[in-house]
């Protein structure tokens, strides 16, 4: 909490009645690191937010900021330049920042769930001092190279691929990775490759690449529907050398490691989700106090009131189902067990509310929900993603339903 130095105020959001010996409040330093986000969220991010989608240019002062007050890598020990909290400290940080601009939680998510959960799980003492210590930090950014041209859902069928060189000292990656979050900025990746395709999921292999070395090839900054400011492209390693102390985990182990960090990161997205849909909500709320039509506020219409107590419903739901997959994960670890079924629920329902809550809010603004000049659109466009990065929603389906029945 060294760096996290705002005073803590009450929430009465996520204060949830203590009932048959559940508590659900949250921590005064869970309410500390809530607070300071919130602070930084509107004082910094929601003011630029419409100029940053329109320009579609990364957000580098913002991140920068966000890095000092222990934002980028939060569940990261102090050891390793992080904030040393909770995962659950991470999820109430990060609505706070998804409320003020989906793009912003989207580059901060990927550092700290993607990238830096994996290495902090799997890495060596020195992996950690040079692959997480300046992503944590904020002093640099992480990404995650997992997702090929031809291989988005099926992820164990990837083409990339890391020969081992004949003295043993190091590998040769070749091949392209695509949609890659913060690609054109990034620092350091996550990447996973073959040493073996026809091995499948089982020749997959995890390992840490210096982006800034010969070799790493960044393609063009995609046009985006939405998110427009989180920066993602398509990187071609080309004759890429890789030490093979940069190995991370075993050989063939790299699936394994992908999946376990996509449990994590998929509390990021559904957290981001939370905050999407808060947004078009709250700006709802004030819509329908304010506007009037046939003599009335529109709020107090009934078919306005349907989609207010809807969207409520559905968020509350979406919260709390992030913040359990939070709390579990690390119950889940210390039991041995994953926190697949948690992450993959919460990830899936709360996607589904970013974008029912984007889209009724959207009909309540009526014409100026459709208009640039509010952010409603903005909302609506920046929800869809939640449905597709990190697994869609039909992913999503199949591995609750997998967990759930034991049948693949
Ligand atoms: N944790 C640990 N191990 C896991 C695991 C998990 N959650 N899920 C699977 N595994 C293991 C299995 O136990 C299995 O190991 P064994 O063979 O030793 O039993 C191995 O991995 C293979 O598992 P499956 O047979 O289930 O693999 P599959 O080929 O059927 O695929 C899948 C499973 C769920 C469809 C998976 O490919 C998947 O999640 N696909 C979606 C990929 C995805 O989410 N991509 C997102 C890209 S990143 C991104 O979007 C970032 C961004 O921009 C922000």
Redesign the pocket.
């Known amino acids: 909490m060294s760096r996290l130095k705002c005073a803590a105020r009450p929430d009465t959001m996520l204060r949830i009645p203590v009932e048959n010996g559940m508590d659900f409040r949250l921590s005064d330093d869970h309410l500390m690191i809530q607070s300071a986000a919130r602070d930084f969220a509107q004082a910094e991010i929601a003011p630029v937010a419409h100029d940053f989608d329109a320009s579609g240019q990364f957000p580098s002062d913002n991140i920068r900021k966000a890095g000092e007050l222990g934002f980028m890598g939060v569940e990261v020990p102090e050891e390793y330049g992080g904030s040393g909290l909770d995962t659950l400290s991470f999820v109430v940080m990060l609505e706070e920042i998804a409320v003020a601009d989906a793009a912003h939680s989207?580059i901060v998510?990927?550092n700290n769930s993607?990238y830096c959960n994996g290495i902090l799980q799997f890495g060596t003492e020195a992996q950690k001092q040079a692959f997480v210590r300046p992503i944590a930090s904020g002093a640099a950014i992480g990404c995650?190279g997992?997702?090929e041209p031809q291989s988005?859902?099926?992820?164990?069928n990837m083409r990339t691929r890391a020969a081992l060189s004949k003295d043993g000292s190091h590998y040769l990656v070749n091949g392209k990775k695509s949609?890659?979050?913060s690609g054109p900025v990034a620092d350091k990746m996550l990447l996973f490759a073959t040493v073996d395709p026809a091995k499948g999921?089982?020749g997959v292999t995890a390992f840490l690449v210096d982006t800034r070395l010969p070799g790493y090839v960044r393609g063009k900054t995609e046009p985006k529907l939405g998110i427009r400011a989180s920066a993602?492209c398509e990187v071609e390693f080309a004759d890429y050398r890789l030490p093979v102390e940069n190995r991370l985990g075993r050989e063939g182990q790299g699936?394994?490691i992908a999946?376990?960090v996509?449990?994590a990161?998929r509390i990021g997205?559904a957290t981001q989700a939370v905050g999407i849909a808060r947004a078009a909500y709250e700006a709802s709320i004030a819509y329908v106090r304010e506007r009037k039509a046939f003599g009335s506020a529109i709020g107090s219409f009934q078919m306005i009131q349907a989609k207010i107590a809807d969207m409520k419903c559905r968020i509350d739901a979406s919260r709390l189902l992030a913040m359990r997959a939070a709390w579990n994960k690390a119950e889940a670890r210390k039991a041995g067990v994953?926190n697949?079924t948690e992450a993959s629920v919460a990830k899936l329902f709360c996607s589904e509310t970013a974008m029912y809550c984007a889209h009724q809010a959207l009909q309540i603004h009526g014409g100026m929900g459709y208009s640039k000049e509010m952010p409603l659109e903005r909302y609506f466009r920046d929800a869809k993603i939640t449905e597709i990065?990190?697994?869609?929603s039909e992913?999503q389906r199949?591995?609750i339903a997998?967990q759930e029945t034991g049948l693949?």
Request: cysteine-free; glycine content about 10%; proline content about 3%.
């Open positions: 989207t998510s990927v993607l995650y997992l997702t988005g859902s099926d992820a164990g949609w890659i979050t999921p089982k993602t699936f394994e999946m376990t996509l449990d990161g997205i994953r697949t990065y990190e697994g869609t992913i199949l591995v997998r693949r």
